[in-house]
C-alpha cells in the first residue's frame, strides 16, 4: 500500500516510525514528571505518530492514535484538545466498526476527556459506557487493562 501523502517515505518506513513514536510517547507518559521539553517533545511525539498512521495504518491505528492525542492532552489537564482528539477516537471505531476493546477505550477517553475538562455529569455517563464495553471486551487481559484505566479516571 503506498502512503497517501508521500514525504518521500515508503510504507515500510511510517510504519516503523508511526510504531516507534507511539512506544516513546507511551515511555513520556510514564514519567513521574516531565521537563517543559519532554512535555512538548510528548506532544509532538504522540502528533507525530497520529500522521505516520494516518499514511499506512488501519482504522484501528487511526483510532488508537487519536486515543493517544487524547491521552497526552488529558494528562496534560487540557480538556479541549483532548475531547477533540477523543471524538476522532470514537468516530473511527463507530464508523469502521471497531469494538472490543478499542472501543471500550475510545469511550475512556470521552470520559478522562470529560473530566479534565471539568464536565463531571459527561464524565460518569462516558465512564458507564466504558464500564459496559469493558464487559464485551473477549481478552480477560484486555479487560482487565481497560478496568484498570477507567480507575484512574478523576470524577
Not at 511510517?14 to 516507534?20: F, G, I, K, S
Not at 475510545?106 to 466504558?130: N, S, T
Not at 481497560?146 to 470524577?155: K, M, R, S, V, Y
Request: hydrophobic share 40%; glycine share 8%.
Amino acid at each position: 500500500m503506498a502512503p497517501k501523502n508521500d514525504p518521500g517515505l515508503d510504507a515500510s518506513t511510517h510504519r516503523e516510525v508511526a510504531v516507534a513514536l507511539f512506544n516513546h510517547t507511551w515511555t513520556l507518559l510514564g514519567l513521574d514528571s516531565r521537563t517543559d521539553e519532554q512535555t512538548s517533545e510528548m506532544v509532538h511525539s504522540a502528533h507525530a505518530s497520529a500522521y505516520h498512521w494516518m499514511q499506512v495504518g488501519t482504522a484501528v491505528n487511526r483510532a488508537r492514535s487519536e486515543w493517544q492525542c487524547s491521552r497526552v492532552y488529558a494528562v496534560l489537564g487540557r480538556g479541549e484538545p483532548a475531547l477533540w482528539h477523543a471524538r476522532r477516537c470514537l468516530d473511527f471505531c463507530e464508523r469502521e466498526g471497531i469494538g472490543d476493546w478499542d472501543l471500550g477505550f475510545a469511550y475512556e477517553a470521552m470520559a478522562r476527556a470529560h473530566a479534565v475538562a471539568g464536565d463531571r455529569e459527561d464524565a460518569l455517563r462516558w465512564l458507564e459506557k466504558a464500564r459496559n464495553a469493558a464487559a464485551e471486551v473477549a481478552e480477560d487481559g484486555d479487560r482487565k487493562l481497560l478496568l484498570g484505566d477507567l480507575e484512574t479516571i478523576p470524577t
